[in-house]
């Protein structure tokens, strides 16, 4: 089955910097690739997903890219605000049935 | 998208005892899912809630253990049975729905346990 390995656990940044997180994913098959952010207490949010078919989408400060040649995809998170300071797990899937998680990345934005 | 809501939000029980969970949304769903969040930890998927039929549970989790039901397309129920202390997580339902024409996954508000 799919297994996802997500990289670093924890992260901190100045505010300002960029922020990059790192997933890579076992099954070929797969083809759907969301980010939850999570805040202390509260329930994963999807914050910006991708499929097999697009190498890249962005949405304001947060990007994701995909290789799928590599197997692997990335958050990027420019410009942080102490407010993007959070859990954030990446996921991959070929059905929503299977949806598998990454370990989760403690980003931690300093004033 | 759709709104989602689970009771209780939280609750503290003792050990050998059940708790059932209610999940509730706001539109028809196909697709309802319900995830385990152990402290600290990532989301691990328990079972896949079918509509009319019996769950369909991924490897470590049992219906016996995690029953669920679902008898309609807007409303699911979890049961943690004969709980102990390793049963205190997050337990999480989660639905597929459309936005902006693709299919995405939203989660719960969530249900805290903690067991004694």
């Known amino acids: 089955g799919e297994n996802v390995e997500q990289h670093p656990s924890t992260l901190s940044v100045q505010e300002g910097d960029s922020a990059v997180i790192k997933c890579t994913y076992s099954d070929s098959a797969s083809n759907y690739f969301p980010w939850y952010k999570q805040e202390l207490g509260k329930r994963p949010q999807l914050i910006i997903d991708?499929?097999?078919?697009?190498g890249e989408k962005k949405d304001q400060r947060i990007a994701v890219t995909l290789n799928k040649t590599a197997k692997h995809f990335s958050l990027h998170i420019t410009e942080t605000q102490p407010e993007d300071s959070a859990v954030y797990f990446c996921a991959a899937s070929m059905s929503f049935q299977k949806l598998v998680f990454g370990t989760g990345t403690r980003l931690l934005v300093s004033p | 998208s759709a709104v989602i809501s689970q009771k209780p939000s939280r609750d503290i029980c003792q050990r050998g005892t059940s708790l059932t969970i209610q999940c509730q949304v706001d539109s028809q769903v196909t697709m309802m899912f319900w995830y385990r969040q152990q402290p600290g930890q990532s989301l691990t998927l328990i079972a896949t809630a079918n509509q009319g039929s019996e769950a369909t549970y991924e490897s470590g989790f049992v219906i016996d253990k995690f029953p669920i039901s679902r008898p309609n397309l807007t409303f699911s129920t979890l049961t943690v049975s004969n709980m102990s202390p390793e049963d205190s997580s997050i337990y999480l339902c989660?639905?597929?729905?459309?936005?902006?024409?693709?299919?995405?996954?939203?989660f719960g508000s969530g249900t805290q346990l903690s067991v004694l």
């Open positions: 991708i499929r097999s078919n697009v």
């Open positions: 989660s639905v597929v729905t459309s936005r902006g024409g693709n299919e995405k996954l939203f």
